[in-house]
């Protein structure tokens, strides 16, 4: 009876021991689900910021190619009207020589009728000839009728040289009023050309001028990057070491920096027309891994966006369509002179700001393709 006892606690014990292994396989089944489940949306996170990354990488190649081909277009035009000079400058010699040649049939002419008198005076003095002698008469008037035919046919002959002169002159006066519209076209031609280096100016230099608006307003109260605009804020003095939790005692310094730096950009109605994004962007330096730090940095930045659109100020400026958030890991840290990693620096949240750069873009391409 003993025996039975103890085979049943036995068979008991062994059917506990099944149970909690059975248990214990399906919690460790779970937990792989899990990590797979969590492995696979990293992933696809990743591949989706890798794919934009490489959709920024294409436009900005797309737009050193439309910069490219603009300079080329403006150095065609340069060509074309320095070959336009140059064909009014031939024209200009060829109607000096015209004018040349018509003094010099005015000369002709002039002396053709010097001629034309000589023939006259003999003329007349055979007359007086005729008068005093009677018995030469015939032969005077055949001899003053062969004068008379050489007089008219040197006189038809002034005829259509004189005709070919005004010929010659209408010829010269439609030259010269071609001349002066040419002149007029290319006077006209520089002018536009002028007109439109100044737009294209206008147009490319909005970046210059937000940047320069900002360091007029800002001055000395905050950094901002000299080439870029962006205003850096240490991520030491708005979070704790590994924290992405907005520190209380920061925000009041964090709004009145994002006041005076969006103010900046908001009190010149030309700039305010052409803005198209606030960036907030979240780095951290190179120590631990990729996709921690990225973590890290988008946490961060959605910690400040999420502060930042709770002002006042944002929904008096109607600023909420405006503001973008990311994080980029340690992509963008900052080195000194030797290439040495500044790792204070490097933590950091950068606020930036975007310009309707594809609307300006399209405007260059409109003015010059314009006839």
Do not use: C
């Not at 009207?81 to 018509?102: C, G, H, V």
């Not at 000589?118 to 009728?145: D, G």
């Not at 010269?176 to 002028?194: G, N, P």
């Amino acid at each position: 009876m003993l025996f039975e006892k103890k085979n049943d606690n036995e068979t008991n014990f062994w059917l506990s021991y099944a149970d909690l292994m059975a248990g214990l396989l399906f919690v460790f089944i779970l937990l792989i689900g899990a990590i797979l489940v969590k492995s696979t949306l990293l992933k696809n996170n990743l591949d989706s910021k890798e794919n934009s990354l490489m959709s920024s990488q294409t436009k900005l190649q797309l737009r050193e190619r439309e910069i490219k081909k603009l300079r080329n277009l403006l150095a065609k035009r340069d060509q074309e009207l320095n070959s336009t000079k140059e064909s009014l400058r031939f024209t200009q010699q060829n109607l000096e020589l015209r004018a040349q040649e018509i003094q010099n049939l005015n000369n002709i002419l002039l002396s053709q009728t010097m001629q034309l008198d000589e023939f006259n005076n003999k003329i007349i003095i055979m007359q007086n000839l005729l008068s005093e002698s009677n018995t030469t008469r015939i032969e005077q008037e055949k001899e003053l009728q062969d004068y008379k035919n050489r007089v008219l046919v040197l006189s038809n002959t002034l005829s259509q040289k004189d005709e070919k002169l005004q010929l010659q002159d209408k010829k010269l006066l439609s030259l010269l009023q071609a001349l002066d519209e040419k002149e007029t076209e290319y006077d006209a031609l520089i002018a536009k050309l002028q007109e439109q280096k100044a737009r294209i100016k206008t147009l490319t230099g909005i970046k210059i001028k937000v940047i320069t608006a900002l360091k007029n307003r800002l001055k000395d109260k905050v950094e901002i990057d000299p080439t870029t605009g962006s205003l850096r804020l240490s991520s030491n003095i708005l979070f704790d070491k590994g924290s992405a939790k907005l520190k209380e005692s920061s925000k009041q310094e964090l709004k009145k920096l994002f006041i005076d730096y969006i103010g900046a950009l908001m009190s010149d109605r030309y700039i305010k027309e052409h803005l198209e994004r606030i960036i907030i962007e979240g780095h951290t330096d190179s120590d631990g891994g990729y996709l921690f730090n990225l973590e890290l940095s988008q946490k961060r930045a959605f910690a400040v966006m999420n502060y930042l659109l709770s002002l006042d100020f944002t929904k008096k400026n109607k600023l909420t369509p405006l503001l973008v958030a990311s994080g980029r890991s340690y992509l963008d840290t900052i080195k000194d002179k030797n290439g040495k990693e500044i790792k204070s620096a490097s933590r950091r949240i950068e606020i930036k700001f975007k310009l309707k750069n594809d609307d300006a873009m399209s405007e260059i391409n409109r003015i010059l393709d314009y006839e």
